[in-house]
């Protein structure tokens, strides 16, 4: 694919947790045609991932101790934008999604047709035969549908890691008022959505072996709990019974756009 004039910086960031097996396998699959900067963020990790991200010469920022999947990103994120990120792309250093699909994830935002891509295992992606327990194949599909008669639009799935954000769509939002926890990425499409964010979808393919991060039935329970949490709080907020400041444009103020 043809590598257009680069017109916003693209940084790609990673939220790491125990990666050291996988992350070069990672980053051999970032085609660095389409991007400017890689910045991973390190959230307490076990083993050697700092040590070996360095060595690989990408930029590095260590939590000290972990502070959670969500609490990850939001670093990602606010030292993105530092870097003059126009454009954000999350890539899990997992290896269980494929970051050769950067090229599509980046061209609708480079055009400006839309805030946000997310790559969808359902679009397409065949996820159980790449692995996907068949629970949480089904679990996916009753809460996006819950998700999309909430938020009164239409997305195949809305819990894939592989994300690339706009700059406007970060700026826009107060992800820093989000959960710590996986609930991060829910929340922040719903405030997204309540500022008018344009999201598109892509299909992506998943792998599933023993060292990509997942988990189990116990913690899916709790994050599809804090989904449907999150869904209540975001039609109270809309319809004006209940407001919550975590819906609130980052400085603060409020907003009827949805």
């Not at 017109?7 to 947790?17: F, H, R």
């Not at 946000?116 to 068949?134: D, I, N, T, Y």
């Amino acid at each position: 694919m043809h590598t257009p004039a680069r017109t916003q910086k693209i940084i790609v960031v990673m939220p790491a947790y125990n990666a050291e097996k996988t992350l070069e396998r990672t980053l051999r699959d970032i085609d660095r045609a389409w991007v400017d900067d890689i910045l991973l963020v390190d959230d307490g990790s076990r083993d050697g991932t700092v040590a070996l991200a360095r060595r690989l010469g990408i930029r590095v920022f260590a939590h000290k101790k972990n502070v959670g999947y969500g609490g990850n990103q939001k670093t990602c994120y606010t030292e993105a934008l530092k870097l003059g990120g126009g454009i954000m792309i999350m890539v899990h250093p997992d290896h269980q999604y494929d970051p050769r699909v950067i090229p599509q994830l980046v061209l609708p935002l480079l055009r400006g047709e839309c805030d946000a891509v997310f790559g969808s295992r359902m679009l397409g992606g065949r996820p159980l035969e790449g692995g996907m327990p068949k629970w949480k194949y089904l679990a996916n599909i009753f809460l996006t549908a819950l998700e999309n008669a909430t938020f009164y639009m239409y997305l195949t799935e809305y819990h894939s890691g592989l994300r690339a954000y706009s700059r406007r769509y970060l700026e826009t939002v107060n992800f820093m008022a989000d959960s710590n926890d996986f609930v991060f990425d829910s929340e922040i499409i719903a405030q997204g959505l309540l500022h008018g964010m344009r999201i598109r979808e892509i299909p992506i393919e998943t792998r599933y072996f023993p060292e990509a991060s997942r988990i189990g039935l116990g913690r899916s329970i709790v994050y599809g709990l804090s989904i449907l949490k999150t869904l209540v709080k975001f039609k109270l907020h809309k319809k004006g019974w209940v407001r919550f400041g975590m819906f609130n444009a980052r400085g603060g103020g409020r907003t009827d756009k949805a």
